[in-house]
């Protein structure tokens, strides 16, 4: 027998535990480690584990492609979570255990993130936990012999009637049970104290959906937590007046549209919270009315007249906010909030400036690829300069705002390069007869005749400089504005030429 065999050698004996005989072969199984069982895993965190584990496919032979891609929300279903961002939790809890080792990926053109999952069925180099059952009952040996429950069950079903409801009871049946039992024979017994009649009665006055709720979570629907609660309520109000609140407030707290809509994530925590006496500093004050006298509590009111008055002066000065945002003039050139007050943002300032330059920079090299160029090009970067310069004050002169004269300036410059392109083709010393002909430029289109009706204005769908959408209202019939169709003309041009 190796080490393997002796850690999983039967740790029952025949008088020992139940007896488990397995009546048939699963259909669809998922292996979990043993040691993952025993790790001390939270329940979530281990369903979580079995649920990426039954994604790897056991017939794939490449190990490399045993990855698990489940979304978040396929996991925050079957964990019966509410929000998907607590599945960070228990994936955190699995990575540290070094169950799992995850990645993150980027998918949707880079707008969205998901996790690759690889799971791991042995565990990680350092793990010094139990491996098999036999070590859990060796380091458990209090646990290892039912003999040893035989006198405690015995107890147990003696004072069952006696004690604190335990799961799948309920209040009714504490009370019956306590009325037959007392409490110093259930103290004598090892027992837990019966509950007193008052007590009771408020447990039972709670929802029965919201009982089987703390049942399902707590495994009881009188936990400690609560029962110590209601005992600490009833020195300052009757069991009457705790079941009126209790059940008033069921429904004005908020709790039963949470339950509906699964959003009551702590039942416990609910019950106990409906039964605190709430803000107001005044003890004889129950949800806004006075005990004694049943008028309304006047503290509460200037309460409320405070929180809605700062309220209101908070979604004003949001609304102020906004609405003074939303006024700011945008960037006339890229028609977004800047800062610039209206003005041209240094961004198309720059885009511009650029383009001009780049201009000039062309005619350069065109005049530098001539064999014979003509003098007057000599200086060809300085005369598009110039003569972007002249149509930018010329444009300033007619009384232009600063997007019209860089405009103006923009195609004087393009117009002077693309003169000084097709000068250097004029001038090639080629044979024609060896090179296919240069094509004709692209006429330019021809204007439509004006109707009497004026056409809708509608965005432009040309692009700016920098690739992004024009959008200025145009009421061409060919979708674009003044400089786009400028900017086309010219691109158009220099392919024409180029080829």
Request: hydrophobic fraction near 40%; glycine fraction near 8%; include cysteine.
């Amino acid at each position: 027998m190796n080490d393997f065999d002796e850690l999983h050698d039967d740790a029952f004996d025949e008088d020992q535990g139940d007896e488990l005989v397995g009546e048939d072969w699963p259909t669809y199984s998922t292996p979990i480690p043993v040691w993952v069982l025993l790790a001390g895993l939270s329940p979530k965190a281990f369903k979580m584990y079995c649920f990426l584990a039954e994604h790897i496919n056991a017939n794939i032979r490449d190990p490399r492609k045993r990855i698990a891609c489940p979304k978040q929300k396929a996991i925050a279903v079957i964990l019966d979570l509410a929000d998907d961002r607590k599945v960070a939790r228990y994936r955190r809890e699995l990575e540290k255990l070094g169950a799992v080792r995850v990645e993150k990926y980027r998918y949707a053109g880079g707008m969205r993130q998901g996790y690759k999952y690889f799971v791991r069925y042995n565990p990680p180099v350092g793990y010094t936990g139990p491996m098999a059952l036999k070590q859990f009952y060796a380091a458990n040996p209090e646990i290892r012999s039912a003999a040893k429950w035989e006198g405690r069950t015995e107890a147990a079903k003696k004072m069952a009637a006696a004690t604190v409801p335990a799961q799948g009871s309920g209040p009714a049946a504490a009370s019956q049970a306590s009325k037959a039992a007392p409490a110093k024979a259930a103290k004598k017994a090892g027992g837990a104290v019966p509950l007193a009649p008052e007590v009771l009665q408020v447990l039972e006055a709670y929802r029965p959906e919201l009982r089987e709720a703390m049942r399902e979570t707590a495994h009881t629907d009188a936990p400690k937590t609560l029962v110590t609660a209601v005992t600490k309520a009833l020195k300052e109000r009757t069991a009457e007046q705790l079941v009126s609140r209790v059940l008033r407030r069921w429904t004005t707290h908020g709790y039963a549209e949470k339950f509906e809509t699964g959003r009551l994530e702590r039942p416990v925590g609910a019950a106990v919270a409906m039964l605190r006496h709430g803000e107001c500093p005044d003890l004889n004050c129950e949800d806004g009315e006075l005990l004694t006298d049943g008028k309304p509590c006047v503290l509460c009111i200037e309460r409320g007249k405070d929180y809605k008055a700062s309220h209101k002066a908070a979604r004003t000065a949001q609304k102020k906010a906004v609405g003074a945002a939303a006024a700011r003039p945008l960037c006339p050139g890229c028609e977004q909030d800047r800062g610039t007050e209206g003005a041209l943002c240094p961004a198309c300032v720059s885009g511009f400036e650029r383009d001009i330059a780049g201009a000039a920079e062309r005619a350069a090299a065109d005049v530098a690829a001539m064999d014979n160029a003509p003098a007057e090009w000599a200086d060809a970067r300085e005369r598009v300069l110039a003569g972007a310069e002249q149509a930018r004050e010329q444009a300033r002169r007619d009384g232009a705002e600063d997007l019209g004269q860089l405009l103006a300036a923009q195609l004087a410059a393009r117009s002077t390069a693309t003169d000084v392109h097709r000068l250097r083709l004029a001038t090639l010393d080629v044979d024609r007869h060896d090179r296919p002909q240069e094509p004709a430029p692209a006429p330019e289109p021809v204007p439509a005749p004006v109707s009497c009706a004026a056409p809708e204005p509608a965005p432009c769908s040309g692009v700016r400089w920098d690739g992004s959408p024009c959008g200025r209202a145009t009421e061409a019939e060919d979708g674009l504005c003044g400089a786009c169709r400028g900017a086309q003309m010219a691109q158009h041009e220099d392919l024409a030429t180029a080829r």
